[in-house]
């Protein structure tokens, strides 16, 4: 099975008859609303059950989904804490300078003039400006990059690399 990439996480039973209440993990849950089929697994499996989506609907920040065979609380219940997947090929195409959180994961960090500083360990979601979280192994040095072009400066995906412009106060 292809490499799958985790959209949401289901939370609960919604209601009564086999509805799962689901936190999105992506900035667009209308996009919900565009798939047939989903695959339910565990933590950063890659495999898990494929199921058909019957019905979906947005609630506050939440996705409602009514999932194929699963008709009653009890049923849905049993899907507390799966994460719905799908395949890399079926997310949604970003336009040219933009990038999914998971790519950017683990690049390699350096600055303009070629020192290692760690490697992207997270991110953080301010509202303001997002940032990497950059983390050092050797060092256990860790400090937050904003994530805007005056910062990053570029963003090589295929090397697993990132140069970013270092002023003062930002380490």
């Known amino acids: 099975m292809a490499a799958l990439i985790s959209i949401g996480q289901i939370l609960a039973p ?7 209440r689901v936190w999105p993990l992506t900035d667009d849950p209308e996009r919900f609303k565009e798939l047939e089929q989903v695959v339910l697994a565990e933590g950063e499996s890659d495999s898990g059950q494929t199921v058909y989506i019957e019905g979906v609907r947005l609630h506050g920040q939440f996705v409602v989904l009514k999932l194929a065979g699963i008709n009653t609380i ?37 600055d303009t003039e070629g020192n290692y500083l760690g490697q992207v360990a997270d991110y953080l979601l301010t509202g303001v400006n997002d940032c990497f979280i950059i983390k050092h192994a050797d060092t256990a040095r860790e400090f937050l990059v904003p994530a805007a072009r005056e910062f990053v400066r570029e963003m090589d995906l295929e090397r697993r690399k990132m140069i970013i412009k270092i002023i003062p106060g930002l380490l």
């Open 14 to 20: 919604q209601g009564n008859k086999g509805e799962v």
């Open 74 to 110: 009890d049923g849905a219940e049993t899907l507390r804490g799966l994460y719905i997947k799908i395949a890399r090929e079926e997310l949604a195409p970003l336009p040219p300078g933009r990038y999914y959180i998971f790519e950017v994961l683990g690049l390699e960090v350096y």
